[in-house]
């Protein structure tokens, strides 16, 4: 049976200034429900993938396909509509005098009717937990709150793919925690979600595929074990192994986790296996 990709994306090449390619020629192929990290230093090309995958940039090469659908420059809009993206500084997301206002203006964009439109957006701020905040002028948040705020602006519009650029930048412990629950919760409901991070060790608990990006090339493109196995690929994109994969290989080699054990991705499971 011939499996059925959410986003296509092929040799897509994307410039800010003549002759230097920002990507060049990248293609991959996203499944519904998959939970993907995307790694790489700065300026390795992850924030303008994502712009192009939402429809903000249109890239001057290649193609995109969203749900077996070839994605034209007339169809930026599909775009948008099935591609949500919260962005690393809330504030250059929030744009509204209200919470609930700014949670509501996506839906209010797709023309859907008025009571959809209220119905999504309750929906969104309890999903959040954030009901509370509804009235409140959303500049004057807290960073964590602002961040809740742009993921239920998201939730909102209901979209098959969520991407989140660097989430858990400035976040406080407290804040990335919460972060992990929403994001996590989102996962078991089926959604596919494309996270870029610096946290290797977030990537490695989370992600159930890698993609390592350099130069504005994809060099890496697998699971967690077998990419952080592959010093190569480390080196060119500036990453360091998760501390757990570390520790799991340690304990193979000595002999405390049976070989055919796979690495421990929590600390929970490390627990169980000691």
Known sequence: MKEEFVLQVKGLSCSYEEGEKVLDGVSVNISKGERIAVLGANGAGKSTFFLCLNGVLKPQEGELWLEGQKIGSHKAKQLRKKVGIV?????????????????????VNLRI?????????????????????????????SGGEKKQVTIADIIAMEPEVFIFDEPSAALDPVNSEILEVVLSRLSREGRTLMVSTHDVDFAYRFASRLLVFSQGRIIGDGSPEELFAREEILKEAHLKQPILYQLGQGLKEKGILKATFSYPRTAQELLKLL
Request: glycine content about 6%; aromatic content about 8%.
């Open 87 to 107: 962005f690393q500084d809330a504030d250059s997301q929030i744009i509204a005098s209200t919470v609930r206002r700014e949670v509501s203006f996506g839906p």
């Open 113 to 141: 009717p008025m009571e959809e439109v209220r119905l999504r957006t309750e929906q969104a701020l309890d999903y959040m937990g954030i009901q509370r905040l509804g009235e409140r002028p959303p500049h004057y948040l």
